[in-house]
């Protein structure tokens, strides 16, 4: 009868070397050409930044050159942010088909499918018989959270007004 250590040290001995030159490379090529999309995008960004700080300098007049001298040394990384944001979006939109209403009856199904939901009690029964209850219960703190940060960029304090 063989023991395991014998077993074992026969596989390793069996089993074919291979010199550390000679590991397989994993998708360098698909590395590179992300490395290339990468660089183009970052390219198409930035014009597309320089693209829409001019426009809205023209658009703005006076009130786009001193927003600009606002700024002053992070107007060039904002904008970067904006136009690589702005790229971002345009390719979800494009990866998820979205695309805005073309009728108002698709608002208004929209909005009355919603407000039949809410006011129907056998809908919340059965979000709390499903357990979808604490999903419903996320969205409704973001959007609570996503207004309270509205309230305080409009009032540009954390805290109450500035009254002065």
Not at 16 to 33: D, G, H, I, K, V
Not at 43 to 51: C, F, I, V
Request: proline residues 4%.
């Amino acid at each position: 009868m063989r023991s395991a250590v014998s077993t074992s040290a026969f596989r390793q001995a069996a089993r074919p070397r291979r010199l550390p030159t000679q590991y397989s490379r994993f998708a360098s090529s698909n590395a590179e050409t992300a490395q290339k999309k990468t660089q183009d995008a970052l390219g198409s960004a930035q014009k597309t930044a320089e693209k829409l700080w001019e426009s809205s300098k023209k658009f703005l007049g006076p009130l786009g050159e001193r927003a600009g001298s606002m700024l002053g040394s992070y107007r060039q990384p904002v904008m970067y942010n904006l136009s690589v944001a702005r790229e971002l979006l345009k390719q979800v939109y494009v990866a998820e088909r979205l695309q805005p209403p073309t009728d108002l009856a698709v608002v208004r199904s929209a909005y009355s499918t919603l407000w039949s939901r809410a006011s129907s009690q056998a809908y919340w029964r059965g979000i709390l018989s499903s357990g979808e209850w604490a999903k419903v219960a996320i969205y409704a703190v973001e959007a609570y959270g996503i207004f309270k940060i509205g309230e305080i960029v409009g009032r540009r304090s954390v805290v109450g007004y500035n009254l002065q």
